[in-house]
């Protein structure tokens, strides 16, 4: 790759990484730049992990001022910081990250992210959303697929002990790593809306479970009830009607969806668990890498991690090519 | 989470072995769980390669405890816990069995072997769970031990870090990293090191030993020889003279390409070495002393030529000479050693271009010479917050529940993160069942002292061993014991085996004890005369047990044995190398392997299908999404991952 040569201090302090990686890959990771908006307890172990690193620029995103309650599972906010009132959750993630690594250029943004135009997007290599609603995960991936640069965009979100992410990565081209050398591979990704609007009776009938599950609730976030309410008692008898409604239109058995599943992700409501948290984080941050490396085979298109069963598993869900 | 959950957790009293790539995660990822009182031991202290992923330490911490300083950072942002750090070795005697029984459970995120098996047996000892972890680059894998519920750490098979026959170092060489070995081990070692260790460098070829002159005297710089003289000599010595000498035996170069013998005149023609003036300015900065700004070598990631090595071999072996003098005599190979690594890649390079082997730039060589295992801070994320999955199941008493887990680099039937079902113990596990060694070993020529490093320590892996035979103390190790208890035993470590006061021959039983890892062994004496030499060069056969394998040339040509456990992995920066591959499973030990029942259309991978080492007792995973079958795991066979491994072992 062109450019300049990795500097002495990059070098040294990057030496195990572009171990894995490679000095190219290590090129690139620092001239790409990341914005991140909606910040929790998954984020903030993704952000870590890409400003170790070495990203060019992470842009963070978030206005919500830090409470006591936002430190349940996060290691950016400080004791201190948790107590001083005023500050946005991004200008705390930026002051801590930025200690973590010298080398990266860690910001804050002000603002609702999709309210902004798509001029905006352009600074940006990668996208990555959480806890956002259904309707506005789809107007920010399609305001990144708009651009005539290609931005990849994620969303995540853990909610208790499941986990999902989801990936666009549009017309992707990658090295993959064959026994006798590289070949160049190509991807097409559908964008969010594209993607889960497969009738569900066309899914292979071995799609995990958690992917129906997490549209069932995005289905009722969505609906009047609005956001998850910490008392399950009130919620689970209208996430089971969402799950009725869903099934019907879209070709499943309800049974296909289990109750307990369902009032386990319900009974977290928004809470993240720290565990799930870190490994979401990690293969956020593996993806990311990936991505901006354009080096080894990236997940597509979605990702599900149950603490309930220790598997991650990869969900190709695109619609047949044409 | 649940309330049963959370008590578990608040009341946990837990212990942390490793505060390192994977220690930094599991410390947070506890203490954001709930965890209340955790206790870190480690030894190490912070480096400037550890802080692209030890994410607690920043560059202000070098040379810190690693321990200490997680401590503090983690209270940062938890206050109110407690973490009580130990700057120490795990295997110091303070560590005993008592301490490990004041924990609810032990979690393991080492970087070796040897503590592993250290902990693992003081984790049985004192009945603690253990839940062990490793990392390497993308792979990663997390284990539950319990006694009397799982197999133990060392129920499977360990291979110990790749050795080489010694004649492929001395004489054939075929990779570059025998000419890394040859440069760090032979090279390095005679010119830097002990001179008084044993050393095959110069004793080749050895069918033909008379005609090398002296050759101690070779490697010593006689008072009117300058370092550039002294050099060049060498130089012509190693990559000239002693590789003439070798093509002079014909039976050698039969069936192998022969090496050309490469002179310091040829490659760098009379004129004496270029030296910029600012050379001074270089070295007296605060800079470690280095060859490559002078000689104009910027990027450690290119392959220089052969010019250029021979001049960084030159210009090292100077700035050794009039900048470390005082060094030179007691060097160790040292990763960490600019002027060590830059010396070991321009010699191993040279002998590289000799033999006709492609020559690497200085990181790669550095790679290879320092053993540095690959590590990036997202697969020691994932796997410490698996460790604190299982930990949290093993509080609960949930063991039924408990998995080990593999991250894997590319899915296998769409998983990353796959679980498997732990394995019984394997009953013939001289750790964690009583099972009696068998030992051939010429009791005549032996000595107490070879037994004891070599067998008790090295392969046994005893920290504080005890020799008895019968009610007779052969042997003891420890602060405690009087003088003249100690001579006795200092001479008995000189005597060989059957003439010590209470003689060891064929068919005695040895028992070997330690006190620490409250561990004991018999060991059932056979007398052998005949060994085979390159198989068995310490002329000692340990069998009847399932430690790590003695024979490497064995495990590391299974390339295509993939019958075994889901690929493991070692952790960061091991210095032993990866020290979990995946391994036959002993045989007629009964397993429990979460099987699938394979259905209709999942068949995705059947280049990769596995064999499964032992089908007697299938076992369905207890799934909480059960009711049909896609949530069934199986033992899979990792191609991938485990060759990615083997090339680390082999290469």
New interface residues.
Partial sequence: MDGEELTAQQTALYDRQIRVWGVDAQKRLSKANVLVSGLNGTVAEFCKNIVLAGVGSLTLMDDRLVTENATHANFLITAEESKLSGRSLAEVYCNSLREFNPMVHVSVEKGDLHYFDGNFFDKFDIVIISGYSLKVKKLINSKCRERQKRIAFYTVECRGSCGEIFVDLQNYTYAQKKSDGTIECHMEYPSLEDAISIPWRDLPKKTTKTYFAMRVLEYFESSQYGKLCQTSDFSLPHVLESRKVLCDEQGLSESHLPDALLNRLVAAGAREYPPVCAILGGFLGQEVIKAISGKGDPIKNFFYFDAADGKGIIEDISPPSK | ?ADSHLQAVKGAKVLMVGAGGIGC?LL??L???GFEDIHIIDMDTIE??N???Q?LF??SHVGQSKAKVARDA?L????HINIKPYHANVKSPEFNVEFFKQFSVVLNGLDNLDARRHVNRLCLAAQVPLVESGTT??LGQVTVHVKGKTECYECQPKPTPKSYPVCTITSTPSKFVHCVVWAKDLLFAKLFGDKSQDNDLNIRPSDDGNTSKNPEDVFERSSDENAEKYGRRIHDHVFGYNIELALANDETWKNRKKPSPIYIKDVLPDKSLQRNGHLENCTSEDMPISTMPTLGL????DIWSLAENAEVFLESLRLFIEKRDKDIGNLIFDKDDQLAVEFVTAAANIRASSFGIPMHSL?EAK?IAGN???????????I???I??EA?KILQCDFHNC?M?Y?L???SR??????VEPFEANKSCYVCSEQTLLLEINTWTTKLRDFVEKIIRNILGMNLPIVMHGANLIYEDGDDIEEDIATNYARNLDKVLAELPSQVTNGTVLTVEDLQQELTCNINIKHREEFDEEKHPDGMVLSGWSGHLNDNKVASNKENDISSAPSAAAD??NPDGPDVVPEKPHSGSKRKISEVEE?S??SENPSSKPNLPDRENPHQ?D???S?DD??V?MLVALPEAG?KKRVQTAD
């Fill in positions: 989470m995660e947070k990822t203490a954001l769980s400037v390669s802080l692209n992923r994410f920043r560059q983690v940062k942002f938890k206050p680059g993308y910027k990027n450690p990631q990181f790679g540095i295992v690959h590590a990036v801070a997202t697969t020691n994320a994932i410490a917050g698996l604190v999955i949290i998995r887990s991250c680099e590319h899915p769409k998983m990353l993160l796959m679980p960061a920066e259905s259309d999942n995973v799934d909480s999404n009711g896609d949530d795991v060759k």
